[in-house]
């Protein structure tokens, strides 16, 4: 489609047409599903990113398998919403197609869910994603900060909260079970929303709330339906809560509310505090 300091951006209508040309350097737009088929392919020739078609996602999430895959490899990878482009025809994935899904080397490198094909292939030929060897990347981010300096901190995982979060409203990612509950005390936030797990056998997806209320901490738990278990950034501006304990409930968090304001709910008593 277009080339600029010795990089490409290269649509075509099959992962099948990826091969050693590719290495490095160019961004491969090809119109199959990004599904772990496709992305074993590609995955040898090593292109500098990959954009492909979710295939509307499908059962399991198959469309969009393969992102995972990629990014274990270290190949930043987005896919585009299966209504926006064709299958089949990389001409039209590129001019018409909108991100649905990023992995989290096309997300470092500046690609977000909602920009144009086109918009993303520009900024995977100009950004790196920085670190792309196997290991965690951490996501933090402060997205809000009370007048008394407290903050809600995303973060994927309680793992990656620091000492300074005592302080702070945690939205994270991993279970409110007996081990996450570890971990919860360990750091003893201000107050904390982490995911459900889909509740789990005996609700061990929630367990933590109990054992967190009898220390005093307020906490809460998103519905892993209204946002994917791992991913605190989803949980935070798109879940809703399934379960909290009591001292959440003191500060006004209720079931049904969105993360979003049960995170404001829990640093707001921290203000008025």
């Not at 496709?38 to 509307?56: E, F, K, N, S, Y």
């Not at 490198?109 to 995977?124: C, D, P």
């Not at 994917?228 to 399934?242: M, R």
């Amino acid at each position: 489609m277009w080339e600029s300091g010795g990089r490409r951006v290269i649509a075509m209508d099959s992962a099948r047409y990826v091969d050693a040309r590719n290495r490095d350097s160019d961004v491969v737009v090809p119109a199959s599903y990004l599904g772990v088929l496709p992305a074993r392919l590609m995955a040898p020739h090593r292109p500098r990113a990959v954009i492909g078609h979710d295939g509307c996602i499908g059962k399991d999430g198959a469309g969009i398998a393969g992102l995972w895959y990629l990014e274990a490899l270290g190949i930043p990878a987005a896919a585009a919403d299966g209504m926006s482009a064709e299958l089949g025809n990389g001409v039209d994935l590129y001019e018409t197609g909108v991100i649905s899904r990023v992995n989290v080397l096309a997300e470092r490198a500046g690609v977000n869910e909602g920009m144009t094909v086109s918009e993303a292939a520009e900024i995977l030929i100009s950004n790196d994603p920085g670190d792309i060897t196997a290991g965690t990347k951490i996501r933090r981010e402060s997205v809000m900060t009370s007048d008394t300096g407290r903050e809600i901190i995303v973060t994927d995982s309680i793992v990656f909260a620091l000492p300074e979060d005592t302080k702070n409203v945690l939205v994270t990612a991993g279970h409110t079970g007996r081990s996450g509950a570890k971990f919860l005390l360990e750091v003893s936030p201000h107050g904390f929303i982490c995911s459900d797990g889909g509740m789990s056998k005996n609700k061990a997806g929630i367990a933590g709330l109990e054992t967190t209320e009898a220390h005093g901490l307020a906490g809460a738990c998103c519905d892993a339906w209204s946002a994917p278990v791992g991913d605190a950034f989803k949980a935070y501006y798109e879940g809703s809560i399934s379960a909290c304990n009591q001292p959440a409930r003191d500060r006004g968090v209720e079931v049904g509310m969105s993360v979003r304001d049960a995170a404001a709910a829990l640093l707001q008593e921290a203000k008025d505090a």
